[in-house]
């Protein structure tokens, strides 16, 4: 696709529910990371990926929090049993190689609301 | 490791007044920055980046901005605001993360511009 895509856009859920966010990174890069923005703050970094590997996962808050790229291309972030503290938006983001001054396409992100 | 500090959660401008946006950043090493914008309902741009070379950096929208080391800043301005610069800009520096990099961001700095 032209951009970064994720889906949902919106989701609530009530405490205690899984959840799957989504990810469609640009086609053709190798690199992708999820941040989570809570209102009002920068995204924080939560995990990264080079292709299918998962590099790095030392932002991830919880053992509640899961991601996964199984093919190197479309990424999920899974969270289990939510709590009203994840709520927050999570954005993805994918570059070309992942080299420190590569460029980060974002996606708009998934707003999560834990009732 | 690397942070990233950002001077002032709201900045007020008039339409066609000079726009300048405080970042002071932490870093070790030779750091990579980043200014992005993030429109209301959108994912995150990149507006510039400074890796190597000339410190003075142009970007996109007649943003610029000025690396200086003795100072640790990588401030943002536009000599004459639009309308359509009302956002969210965020500076972000590299960091590196199990062998890639990650953006660390700012908390972010609105930009109001008045009529």
């Known amino acids: 696709g032209a951009g970064v895509s994720q889906s949902p856009r919106y989701k609530v859920a009530k405490r205690g529910q899984d959840v799957a966010l989504r990810c469609d990174p640009i086609?053709?890069?190798?690199?992708l990371f999820w941040y989570q923005q809570a209102l009002g703050q920068g995204p924080e970094f939560l995990t990264y990926f080079q292709n299918e590997a998962q590099l790095d996962k030392s932002g991830l808050p919880s053992d509640r929090f899961f991601a996964e790229r199984p093919e190197g291309s479309v990424s999920t972030l899974k969270i289990q049993r939510t709590q009203q503290e994840d709520s927050a938006v999570y954005l993805c983001?994918?570059?070309?190689?992942?080299?420190?001054?590569?460029?980060?396409?974002f996606g708009p992100g998934t707003r999560l609301t834990v009732l | 490791a690397q942070s990233v500090t950002q001077l002032g959660s709201h900045v007020s401008v008039s339409e066609g007044a000079l726009v300048l946006l405080r970042c002071n950043y932490s870093?070790?090493?030779?750091?990579?920055l980043f200014w992005y914008v993030q429109y209301p309902n959108q994912g995150l741009q990149l507006l510039l980046k400074y890796t190597t070379g000339a410190t003075l950096v142009k970007g996109i929208n007649g943003f610029e901005a000025e690396f200086k080391k003795s100072e640790t800043s990588f401030h943002l301005t536009k000599p004459s605001a639009h309308m359509s610069d009302a956002a969210e800009y965020f500076c972000a520096v590299s960091d590196r993360v199990g062998g890639g990099f990650k953006t660390i961001f700012g908390a972010g700095t609105r930009l109001f511009v008045k009529a």
């Open positions: 870093s070790s090493v030779p750091p990579y």
């Open positions: 983001a994918s570059s070309q190689s992942g080299g420190g001054t590569d460029t980060q396409y």
């Open positions: 086609s053709g890069h190798v690199s």
